[in-house]
């Protein structure tokens, strides 16, 4: 087994958009779970194409489409909920103690809930706790991550270390407050609430730097080489354990003149690519002129893919 991905079960396939992550990211899941591994696939794309490329139904709620394999789209109503559920009562509590909520009709208390929890920060971290709580259930060998286009989901990973720092601040100010005796909630006083806040974030953040591994999927093209470059380079800056490439859409066998242009022109980004991956596993995926969609067409697309990206002996 290539480095210690017993203990990464996490597997987030990032990459610029239209690159192929979705795609990669359902053949993959389809090798673990054939490979006898039981195999989560989740999708973090607000416009998620998994049913699309599945060509099955998927939704939010976990559903299994194949022996060992399960898939989920997660959705901002779910994300919504969630958050609600998790950090909305506290946040109310200390929101009313800020601002005159109670002044506020029920509706507009519910709006201005809505509102908060749909910020873009309080979104992604709720997203990855949700995740997070999918590969705490302990079903799973495997969690397979489709994530949004690259610049999202690399400030996505970022944003357990930012919040931590933005709580950290209210913290200290909100413990100034405790001090002089003022605001306790419930049974909590409300640097306690941030604390616990603080612990959700630090969860994520060491789930991600312990117990997952990126894999970076790109195309043999100018634009994305060099987008490819950004994200490892981002990657490094966050400490986050960068596992191996796919390389998709590589022209092979070419059977016409512009073909064979095409070939022609992907040798150098190919080199750069592989370059780039510095000895880390890659695999290549072929440019495929039928559309790769539905189970078959998937697992005929991913045939060695694990073994190549040494996800499996
Ligand atoms: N190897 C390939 N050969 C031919 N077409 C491909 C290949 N890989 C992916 N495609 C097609 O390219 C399109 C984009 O692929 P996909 O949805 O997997 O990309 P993505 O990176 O997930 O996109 P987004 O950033 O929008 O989520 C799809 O229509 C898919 O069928
Ligand atoms: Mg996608």
Request: charged fraction near 25%; proline fraction near 3%; hydrophobic fraction near 40%.
């Amino acid at each position: 087994m290539h480095e210690d991905l017993i203990s990464r079960p996490m597997i987030m396939f990032g990459g610029k958009g239209g690159v192929g992550k979705t795609t990669c990211s359902a053949a993959t899941a389809l090798q673990l779970s054939s490979a006898g591994l039981n195999t989560l696939i989740v999708t973090s794309d607000t416009t998620p194409s998994l049913s699309d490329i599945f060509e099955e139904e998927i939704g939010d709620s976990i559903r299994s489409i194949e022996k060992r394999l399960d898939a989920v789209e997660i959705s901002n109503e779910a994300i919504l909920i969630k958050w609600k559920k998790k950090f909305g009562p506290d946040f109310y509590e200390i929101l009313s103690h800020l601002i005159d909520v109670e002044g506020l009709d029920s509706e507009s208390r519910h709006q201005l809930l809505d509102y908060i929890g749909s910020a873009p920060s309080l979104k992604e971290e709720t997203m990855l706790d949700l995740i997070l709580d999918l590969a705490e259930t302990g079903k799973y060998d495997r969690i397979v991550w489709d994530t949004a286009p690259a610049g999202e989901t690399l400030n996505l990973l970022n944003m357990p270390e930012y919040i931590r720092k933005h709580l950290s601040a209210g913290s200290r100010v909100f413990k100034g407050l405790d001090k002089i005796g003022k605001k306790i909630i419930g049974k909590r006083s409300i640097a306690q609430i941030m604390d616990e806040w603080i612990a959700a974030s630090e969860r994520i953040s060491r789930y991600i730097h312990m117990r997952s591994a990126f894999i970076l999927v790109a195309s043999p093209e100018a634009l994305v080489v060099k987008q490819a470059r950004r994200v490892v380079e981002i990657l490094r800056g966050y400490h986050i354990t960068l596992h191996g490439m796919i390389i998709n859409r590589v022209i092979k066998n070419p059977d016409s003149q512009s073909l064979m242009t095409l070939q022609t022109a992907q040798e150098t980004y190919l080199a750069d690519l592989i370059n780039l991956a510095n000895g880390l596993p890659v695999a290549m995926l072929p440019f495929s002129i039928k559309e790769i969609k539905g189970k078959k067409a998937l697992k005929e697309a991913g045939e060695g893919l694990i073994e190549k990206l040494k996800l499996q002996e």
